[in-house]
């Protein structure tokens, strides 16, 4: 990925943590330089993300923004109770989010699986909590009917 950002003009320095000794006691509390990249909830609302990666007084918001305009559409957008005027909102700070490019936009994967005829009961398992792209995640399980 370091060359992809690289040959769109990014000087990018990767640097690996260790999760428990480095990342869990100092990254997510905010205590580092440039930007961290990693989980960040479990991402049951849209406005997980929205709150956790981009309110200013989130202390996982892991990008270090400060941006009082994102914060009022935040806030506004937390006490909304009507689906359709938050789903409306919800698209709004996205837009307006990604104008001020806050985050480089990164890859991300599409998954599809085939079974054979003679497959039944499959079912995909998530095999660890985490949110590193399917890849990562899952593990298909697959019976075979005899």
């Known amino acids: 990925m370091v060359q992809y950002l690289r040959r769109i003009g990014l000087d990018v320095n990767v640097v690996i943590e260790d999760y428990a000794s480095q990342f869990i006691t100092r ?18 609302d849209p406005g997980n993300y929205l709150e956790i990666m981009l309110e200013s007084t989130n202390p996982r918001n892991r990008g270090k923004i400060k941006d009082p305009k994102l914060d009022g559409m935040i806030a506004q957008m937390r006490t909304t109770r009507d689906e359709a005027k938050r789903r409306q909102m919800v698209l709004e700070i996205q837009q307006y989010a990604n104008e001020q490019m806050y985050y480089v936009p990164l890859a991300a994967s599409i998954r ?29 399980q697959f019976w075979k009917v005899s």
């Open 27 to 44: 990254t997510v509390l905010g205590e580092f330089d440039g930007i961290a990249m990693g989980r960040h909830a479990p991402f049951t």
């Open 112 to 140: 599809f699986t085939a079974y054979q005829l003679w497959v039944r009961g499959a079912v995909e398992n998530r095999i660890i909590d985490c949110d590193f792209g399917d890849g990562a995640e899952n593990l298909p």
